[in-house]
Structures are given as C-alpha cells and as structure tokens.
C-alpha cells in the first residue's frame, strides 16, 4: 500500500494548495449540512460587528449632549440626551440578545457538521479493503481524523465567521475613525501584528508536535484500556499487573508532556512580549487622543469613541489575524481528514450474482498472498476445489496460513497471483452482497458484540431480521438454544455487564452465538468455521460433530482437533503457506506422513 508509510516525526506542513483545497471542500461539507442554518450564523455575525461600533459612536453623542445641556440648560437638550441613552441602551440589550441567538445556532452547527464528519469518517472506514484498514499507516489515520480533524472543521468554518465579523467591525471602525483620526487607522493595524506574529509562528510548531506523537498517544490510550476494560481486568488482577502498567502510562505522561509544556512555555514567554508591544501601542495611541483633548481639538464624546475605537479596533484586528492563523492550524488537521478520506480504499465492488459455470464450487487456482511488508509468503501456489456438498479439513500449526485461507475465500483479501472463483468467476467480479450470501463465515478470532443476543445472531445476514423460525433454526445450529432459554430476556437480553441489566457470558457461550451467527444465512451454500469448537466442552464439541450434513451446503473446517475432520471428504495441510499433503483421513493415515504424526500425538493421550 504505497500510500501508507510511516509518520515522519518532522512532518511537514501540507503544501498551500492541499490546505486551500481543504479549506474549500470544509465550506462544501457545511453547505451540504446546513445551508439556511449557515446563512443566519452569518446574518447574525454581521449585526454582531456593526452594533458595537454603532454603540460607541451614540455614546460620543450622548455624551456630547449632556454637556451640551450642562451648559445651555434647556430642556430640549435635556430630552435629547436621555433620548441617547435609550438608544444606546436598545443597541446594547440587541447586542446581548445577538451574541445569544450566536451562541445558540452555533452549538447547533457544531452539532450538526461533527455528525456529517464523522459520518464521512465512518463511511470510508467501512469502504476500505481489509487488508488497507489492517494497516498500520490507515489506523493511525483514522486516529488522527478521530482525535483532530472531526473538531477542526467546525473551528474552520467558526474562524470564517470570526473574519467576517471582525472585518464589518473593521471597516465600520475605519469609517468613524476616517472622518475624526486618520492617522489612529495606521496605529490600529499595527498594534495588531504581534500578536499575529506571534500565532503564526507556532501554529505550525503545535501542528508538527502533536501529530508527531501519535504513536505514544496510541499506546497511552491502550495502556488506559489494559486498566479498565473488564476482559482484562482478570490478569490483571491476578498477575498484578495494574501498577506496572500505571508506570508505563505515567512514563508516557511526563514524557509527552515534557514536550508539551516546553512548547507551551515558549509560546507564553514570546506571547507575553509580543502582548505588551500591542499593548505599549494602545496606549501610546490613547495618550495622544487624551493630549490633544486637553488641547481642544477633540470633544469629550469624541475623546471616548475615539479611546473604544481604538480599543475595539486593535481587538478586531487581533480577531481577524488570529482568525487567519487559527484557520491556517485548522487547515494543517482537516488536511489530514481529506488525505484519509481520498485514500485508495483497495477494492472496487463487483457486480455480479451469479458465475458462468453453476456447481463449480469454490476453487483456489494457483494462489499466492503476501501480507504488505513480509518477505515470506502468507499462502503459496494453494490449488484446490470445494465442490457442492462437499466437506473439506483444513490442518496445521498456527502461523500456517489457515485463516489467511478464510480471508481470501471470503473475499476480503485478494490473491498477489493466482485466482479465487466462485462458480467460474473470479471473487473481485462479484457484487459483495451476493458473496455474502452465497458464504457464512465463522471467524478466529470471532466477534462478541456487546449487543443483544438477536443482535448477535442477525449480525450473520447484515442485521437484517430474522423470522422466529429462522432465528431458531440459527440457535440450533450453532448449539445455542439452551444458552438463550436460560437468558431472562431471551433473544433481547443484553450482552456485557457494561450496560445495565447486561449479562456476561463464558468464552464457550459467546463461540455457540458466533456459530449460530455464521448459520444465519440459510441460504449460503458454502460454510466456513475457524476453529469452531476451541472454546467449546467435550459434550457440545461432539453433538457439533454429530450433526448432520446439509444437502448441497459445502463445508470447509479448521481444526486443531484432527478427530474433527475424520468425516471430511478431503483434508489439506498446510505448512509455511504450502500445501504438503492432501487426502482423506484414512489416505494421509495411510502415508504416515505429517498428518498421520499429529493425529498420533493427539490419540496418544487417550489410549489405555
């Protein structure tokens, strides 16, 4: 997989035109989530930056025309410096209630685009091949579009409103300042800059650092699991585990946030300098305004806009900078959403139901597979044909390509060389739908769904529902039944004491829900069991066996247990990915060969 190489712990920030296209295809996300939602965030921003200008330039008047009435003593300015007050008291309970109305509509679109994002997240998760989402480099993709990227692109587009609104408070700002000070626009843009300078020099610092450190956040976040989660709350109980492995997460801390707090330290010094430079800016502009009042050039009204202009002028200039470098740290995250999701997702559907050559079977032609960074192969030049009804027994020692088989027979996996057919037509050509229907799998290791028991079941045929006949037809194959009738709630009980009212069940139990989960599908004509009675007891394992066959269903069988596989019409061995031997169990007996010595050393053990 050429596009999943391992993190550099220098990454590089992603080049303009992937953060621009990524800052575009954000804006895309929220016009296809909520337009409407959108546009009256951004009606109400734009009378979020006009209100306060508007606020001091009444204030300068209500100010103007109190001493105005101080000194004429009529009425006539008496009224119209309390008409003034009521202005300005109507443009600040509007201005309350706009920053509300803000604050509410934008929990409603975060809301709404974190769900669009992780959907987006989730759907490209389930399109990917397995042997992409197995891969190292796409976990860890994942993780970071999971962690950073599903919050950046609301930040993104909240900046975006944050540069309208500081931009409409700007030029009102400029307009007043214009027609009073001229020369205080100039000082208003420059006491801005430091801190700008400030943010964009470590935005991309923060960016390099906290995706470099991604593997050790994995391993922090599986050490907290080791601690908590109950499946392995036993070992760790008894071995003692729990404080060797809290050393472990405290290493990992104090080594993380070593690093953490160095970055933090020189971003608080070098930020509080560039502060006191804006600052030392404001005040040198409000000094001159307070000196050339005394001198009479300016009204008090005037002295007081001009003071809070400058004032909220500086702001918006640090919210618009700030918006522009927050944007920029954003984009640096949601690129890395747009790299996940623009992934080659290793497989393209096929969209055949049906082979040229009904009752072929399934049959493996020559197939080789290597798993991505291994030089041996997994499997190597595997030949065989599962015929209708036919029964086979897979053998041999762990790592000997067993389960590699079941991928690839599957579907999940595809060959490097060779082919995989399915009644004469290659498993890349059929749509996966009718593949699932055509194969039950049952997989080592299986999943326990900390769901319903029906759930668990119904997981077999793509949750879809089960007739009542149906769902006890699966039970009975998969040895399930009497597990179910001791179930309070039945087919509803909840599984995992996690969840209230939850049950917990023993590794044999959850194997027999995994087995009826694989027989959910009445009509699959092929069956696949990994190791199907490993957690079983000696009296299910051997009513498991003493079932009999389904006419036209083809089995194939993996089993350590060889007195499993005594019934199968063939039985293949497999060792290092190759098949070296091939028989009945009475022909490989015969050869004394491999299979004849496992069998004895298992039989060994039994014998008087």
């Known amino acids: 997989m050429a596009d999943a190489e391992p993190d550099n712990a220098n990454e590089p920030v992603p080049p303009l035109r992937d953060r621009i296209s990524a800052a575009g295809r954000t804006l895309a996300i929220i016009a296809r989530t909520r337009p409407g939602l959108t546009i009256g965030i951004a009606a109400l921003t734009v009378l979020a930056a006009l209100l306060p200008p508007a606020a001091l330039y009444v204030s300068k008047l209500l100010i103007d025309g109190v001493v105005a009435a101080i000194g004429s003593g009529l009425e006539s300015d008496r009224n119209a410096a309390l008409r003034w007050v009521v202005i300005e008291a109507g443009l600040l309970a509007l201005l309350l209630v706009v920053r509300r109305g803000l604050v509410f509509q934008k929990a409603r679109l975060h809301a709404e685009l974190g769900f669009a994002v992780a959907r987006l997240i989730l759907d490209k998760a389930n399109r990917f091949a397995l042997a992409h989402i197995e891969h190292p480099r796409v976990q860890e993709m994942l993780i970071h579009a999971k962690q ?47 801190a700008f300078i400030g943010n964009l020099r470590f935005s991309g610092d923060a960016y390099r650092f906290y995706t470099a450190r991604s593997p050790q956040m994995r391993e922090r976040n599986y050490l907290e699991s080791l601690v908590t989660n109950e499946a392995a709350a036993r070992e760790r109980l008894h071995y003692g585990l ?26 608080a010094v070098i930020g509080s300098l560039l502060g006191i430079a804006g600052s030392a800016i404001f005040l040198g502009g409000k000094l001159w305004i307070v000196i050339v009042t005394i001198g009479g050039r300016f009204s008090l009204g005037d002295m007081t806009m001009l003071i809070g202009l400058l004032k909220q002028g500086q702001n918006a200039v640090n919210a618009l900078l700030g918006a522009f470098t927050g944007s920029f740290e954003d984009i640096l995250y949601v690129t890395r959403l747009f790299a996940l999701l623009d992934l080659d997702e290793g497989r393209s559907a096929g969209t055949a139901t049906a082979g040229p050559v009904p009752g072929d079977g399934l049959r493996f032609d020559s197939v080789s597979f290597s798993y991505p960074g291994t030089a041996r192969p997994a499997l190597d030049c595997i030949s065989f044909q599962l015929t209708p009804g036919m029964r086979l027994g897979l053998v041999g020692v762990n790592g000997s390509g067993k389960t590699t088989l079941v991928k690839l027979a599957a579907g999940l996996y595809r060959p490097d060389s060779g082919r995989v057919m399915l009644d004469g037509l290659d498993l890349a050509a059929w749509e996966p739908g009718a593949l699932s229907r055509r194969i039950g799998v ?51 009980t909840r599984l995992s004491k996690r969840f209230a009212e939850g049950v917990e069940l023993s590794g044999g139990q959850w194997q027999r829900l995994a087995m009826a989960r694989a027989h959910a599908n009445e009509a699959a004509d092929i069956l696949i069991l990994d190791e199907p009675t490993a957690a079983l007891d000696a009296e299910a394992e051997a009513a498991f066996m003493a079932r009999p066959r389904v006419p036209g269903r083809s089995l194939i069988l993996i089993s350590h247990r060889l007195s499993n596989l005594r019934t199968a019409d063939q039985i293949i061995m497999l ?15 015969g050869q004394g060969g491999g299979y004849a010595e496992l069998f004895a050393l298992q039989a060994d053990p039994y014998r008087t």
């Open 242 to 267: 729990g404080d060797p492995l809290l050393g472990r997460f405290s290493d990992l801390f104090h080594d993380m946030h070593d690093g953490d707090r160095r970055l933090q330290g020189r971003q």
């Open 442 to 492: 049952m997989f080592q290791p299986h999943v326990n769904y900390k769901l319903s028991v029906r759930d668990n079941v119904e997981s077999g045929v793509g949750m879809a529902t089960l007739s009542p006949d149906a769902m006890e037809r699966a039970l009975a194959a998969g040895l399930a039944r009497e597990l179910v009738d001791e179930l309070d709630n039945g087919t509803e």
């Open 148 to 194: 950073f990227a599903a919050a950046r692109p609301y930040g993104l587009i909240v900046r975006g409103f944050d540069v309208l609104q500081a931009a409409v408070t700007l030029v009102s700002i400029t307009a007043l300042l214009a027609a009073t000070a001229p020369w205080l626009i100039i000082l208003m843009l420059v006491g801005g800059l430091p």
């Open 575 to 589: 060792e290092g990915g190759r098949i070296i031997e091939a028989g009945t169990h009475e022909a490989l007996i």
